[in-house]
């Protein structure tokens, strides 16, 4: 065996330690044996210690599974070895041609194509959390659709507008309302537009429901300190829970409030108190000499909370009460 | 390399959307740093090579490059993109798509083989060290391209001094020849190095 004089050295140690502290208490001999079977075992684990990527096929080449089977499997088995540091560097094609695996530089290329295929498939498959990125994408949806809305109607009532010019101001319709009556009106030229946007308005309230659905399961703790639809675009602007749990609550503070931040840094004007977190009602909502300390407040909140749903995954009810304590209180003038 | 009527010409597979010049698909230098270094420059040996493609995005360059190598490993790490990249790779024969941060080539070292070419096209603040780090691929009198996006190194130097900064870098990296090449002409604000890894550094 070629480990044998490493052996001896560990031995050697063992057995100092052993006499050192035990010395009476445990018969010597029957400790070594143990010893020495455990050292046994790790060899035969040594001996496939480092391997080529190849190597790892070969096992599989034996196995009478179906070919994609095969690949699948040694993908899985080069992607554990690959996570423990357990594979060899700087693979050489002609090591795997003299080992049988493949039988020229053609097949070579085609089977690491293979298993990079597969590797970087799985490996996509692990790096995404469906349910996040569909929050994500979700919410990012539900902005653009209400953009979408509210830009359609707005040309809606110009064309409206430029059509019904003579009428007074006071007349003019509510823009909802006036969507409405071209949606019934059958010989209106955007009466199929109008329509549509009705289509495009039930759409969204769809969609809003879901995002308020993942929101509460992905960020339970969030969703309930600033609302589901808040908790998710600050979800959404950030890109992961990953990242937004290791966020600064100084930067949660001030998140979307991009333009008035680097104003402030480049020129030192009065830096932004809220970005996102302002559509939170307790901070749209609160007297605007508090709204500063309402937002730092929250942003520190969320920042815990953050932390729990990535870390913990579940509502924490002792932390949500203190946490609503604490906001509620900063809304309110000392 | 195929020229025609001062096109570059690429003669893979053509899919569908691909734009084609007597029979053979165009290699656009407006749309691929490689092809508007073939124009402005030379071209790379890249034929019957085996390349290791840095920053593949989608796969566009690496598709046209894989036509003349033998072989293209190509790095990406967005998720989006890396799917194009898979997808290619199920059409071409010779792409090996790698789903890992080029940052860190520890990662796939065990994977891809020495290379003759490397190329670099990502456009990251610390885009010259990842080249570096990369280097180890790269076989004695191999050739590397770095392709610098210049804005994304910061604005506060220069374009001179921040080409004289990575080329010292790459200079006492072991790469000797270096060549600067802008590419201001089709793509504005990036410069490409070219250079060969020398032959001593690899036998100390």
Redesign the interface.
């Known amino acids: 065996m070629h480990g044998s004089s490493d052996h001896s050295g560990d031995l050697v140690l063992i057995w100092d330690i052993t006499s050192n502290l035990i010395s009476g208490l445990v018969d010597k001999r029957v400790f070594v044996t143990v010893v020495v079977k455990d050292q046994d075992e790790k060899d035969r684990d040594g001996k496939q210690y480092r391997q080529f990527w190849y190597e790892l096929c070969l096992e599989e080449k034996k196995n009478p599974a179906s070919l994609a089977g095969s690949i699948r499997n040694a993908t899985k088995k080069i992607q554990e070895y690959r996570d423990d540091s357990k594979l060899l560097p700087f693979p050489v094609w002609q090591d795997a041609v003299n080992a049988g695996i493949v039988s020229d530089r053609k097949r070579y290329i085609s089977l690491i194509r293979e298993i990079s295929i597969s590797l970087a498939i799985s490996d996509l498959e692990k790096r995404s959390n469906k349910d996040e990125m569909a929050l994500i994408h979700l919410v990012r949806i539900l902005d653009e659709t209400d953009k979408s809305i509210s830009r359609l109607s707005e040309k809606v009532e110009d064309y409206y507008i430029a059509q019904h010019l003579a009428e007074l101001p006071g007349d003019e319709r509510n823009i909802w309302s006036l969507i409405d009556a071209i949606a019934r009106d059958r010989d209106h030229p955007l009466n199929h537009l109008a329509k549509n946007i009705h289509r495009l308005h039930d759409s969204r309230t769809c969609i809003s429901s879901d995002v308020r659905e993942y929101a509460g399961k992905i960020l339970p703790n969030m969703s309930a300190l600033c609302g589901p639809l808040v908790s998710a675009r600050l979800l959404a602007r950030v890109g992961s829970r990953s990242q937004l749990a290791r966020m600064p609550a100084a930067s949660l503070q001030v998140l979307g409030a991009g333009p008035s931040l680097f104003a402030h840094l480049s020129s030192g004007s009065d830096p932004p108190k809220h970005g996102i977190i302002y559509q939170y009602k307790g901070v749209r909502h609160a007297k605007r000499q508090l709204r500063g300390r309402v937002s730092r407040v929250l942003a520190c909140q969320l920042a815990t909370a953050a932390r729990i749903d990535y870390y913990r995954g579940a509502a924490d009810e002792e932390f949500l009460r203190k946490a609503s304590e604490k906001i509620t209180l900063a809304g309110k003038l000392a | 390399m195929i020229w025609k009527d001062g096109r570059l010409l690429s003669p893979g597979k053509i899919l569908p959307g691909d734009r084609v010049y007597h029979g053979m698909r165009t290699w656009d230098p407006a749309h691929s740093k490689v092809a508007a270094l073939c124009h402005i420059h030379g071209e790379p040996p890249v034929k019957d090579a085996c390349i290791l493609y840095l920053g593949a995005a989608a796969g566009s360059t690496v598709s046209f490059l894989s036509d003349y190598a ?2 293209v490993y190509a790095v990406e790490f967005s ?1 989006r993109p ?2 194009d ?2 997808r290619l ?2 059409q071409r ?8 941060d080029a940052r860190y080539p ?2 796939y ?6 290379v003759d070419v490397l190329i670099q096209d990502i456009a990251q603040r610390d885009q010259a060290d990842i080249a570096i780090r990369n280097l180890t691929f790269l076989k004695p009198g191999g050739h590397l391209i770095l392709f610098l996006k210049l804005l994304s190194m910061g604005i506060e130097k220069k374009r001179e001094e921040l080409t004289a900064e990575v080329l010292m870098q790459i200079k006492t990296a072991g790469i000797i020849d270096v060549k600067v090449i802008n590419l201001d002409k089709y793509h504005s604000g990036h410069v490409a190095l070219w250079g060969t890894q020398s032959v001593q550094k690899n036998d100390a």
Request: no cysteine; proline share 12%; net charge negative.
């Open positions: 033998e072989v998720p890396a799917r990249l898979i790779a199920h024969s010779n792409v090996i798509p790698i789903f890992e520890e990662r070292l065990p994977l891809v083989e020495m």
